[in-house]
């Protein structure tokens, strides 16, 4: 299962909320546990890929931030209970990111679940014309700008840094212990990264780097969500990489280039070790790619805006009806970016709508058919569905268009198969 990023391309371990849990198979999860300091724990939830969460364990119970996959909620429930009196008391939410709250549900009847507006929001999953959903584990206590805590003896402070990697990003600073969880904002030795279709800005990405770095002690540990901790130091060499390489990005592209050809060129070949961990160089290019057509043609709404109308008040053929409609006469109006029906795709596998889910997927396949994504998300609405020849087939094809798809590698082999 890839997700979409927002940038033309995706990563699998940066999802979207959606909250399917046919990624991995639950009984190959387990979790790490890092000792921090006296009583802040660092909990890595691996399930092929893998996301770090944070504890802090004390008098007052376990205080958990982020949750990781549904599918590792019980190594993670099963480590925590080994910490202290074993009982989460509170849960917070960095980000949207379905690996970062998808096990919420896990926890909601012992915790109180806590975020920044926007992350509700998305957890309930309102796409347009479609409707939010009532699920467990949805944040009971939201905040706009900032919110402390106090919890086993220290200050908890929660701080928005509004529309860079998401529009709900937080960062959960532990001040006497002196560390700070970035979720997905910083990724130490890594390009950034942005979810420019839900709203996320390459711009305000870096610049809340910059911001960061200001506002946190030099000794401060830095803990995020999916890499080695880093201190103050990485983090400006991280934000002096995004910025001078998407510089020069920018510049290729305004002389006409496209994100083929700039990849093709090695324009970033003296930062290639930055594109070997979470975001590689493709899927960098493609961010900042993504950026410029923002910026460009920032009035363009999401073709997914009229179909999920179209969805509701008629159905499934209609809505692909009005795509191609759309898109032969009025191809200017609406972005019908691949990543746009991706999402489309994934927000109807949420509302278990799997017979549209795959329509939609098709579509994408039509549109998109060299890129290894568009047969790795239709592949796994086929899993879905329980159709695993198919399935089988399209991660295959996925895998034929993009050799690197490790997730397609890891599908095929959990449903029993090698990769042709």
Known sequence: MKRLLGTGVLLSVLS??????????????????????????????????????????????????????????????????????????????????????????????????????????????QYFALPGIDRPGAPQ??????????????????????????????????????????????????????????GGD???CLANTRQIIR????????????????????????????????????????????????????????WEKWGKGVVSEREWVACVYRQHLKETHQSTPSICQPLTEAIVAGGIEDALELYATLKAHHPEKYSFAEDELNTLGYRLLDRERIAEALEIFKLNVAAYPESGNVYDSLAEAYMVQGDNALAIEYYNKSLEKDPNNSNAEAMLTRLGQKKN
Do not use: W
Request: with cysteine.
């Open 16 to 125: 979207l909320a959606s909250f399917s849990q046919t990624e991995y198979d639950p009984s190959e999860a387990v979790v790490k546990v890092v000792q921090l300091t006296d009583k802040i724990y660092k909990l890595q939830c691996i399930s092929g890929t893998y996301t770090n969460t944070i504890a802090s364990v004390g008098e007052d119970g376990i205080l958990l931030v982020d949750t990781g996959y549904p599918q590792t909620s019980e190594p993670l429930a099963d480590a925590l209970h080994k910490l202290g009196d074993g009982k989460v008391r509170i849960v917070i939410n960095t980000h949207e990111h379905s690996d970062h709250i998808g096990a919420n549900a896990a926890f909601a009847q012992e915790a109180m679940i806590v975020s920044h507006e926007r992350v509700r929001q998305a957890y309930r999953g």
């Open 141 to 198: 206590v939201v905040f706009k700008d900032s919110l402390s805590l106090y919890f086993n003896g220290e200050e908890i402070r929660l701080q928005h840094y509004p529309g860079g990697h998401t529009l709900g990003d937080i960062v959960v600073h532990f001040t006497d212990s002196k560390v700070a969880f970035v979720g997905d904002m910083v990724f130490a030795g890594c390009f950034p990264s942005a979810d420019i279709v839900r």
């Open 202 to 204: 390459l711009n305000r």
């Open 215 to 270: 506002d946190y002690p030099t000794d401060t540990l830095f803990v995020n969500g999916h890499g080695p901790d880093y201190r103050t130091d990485d983090l400006k060499a991280y934000l002096d990489v995004g910025t001078t390489t998407s510089q020069l990005i920018r510049s290729e592209i305004e002389k006409g280039q496209s994100m083929d050809d700039i990849v093709a060129s090695d324009l970033l070949a003296s």
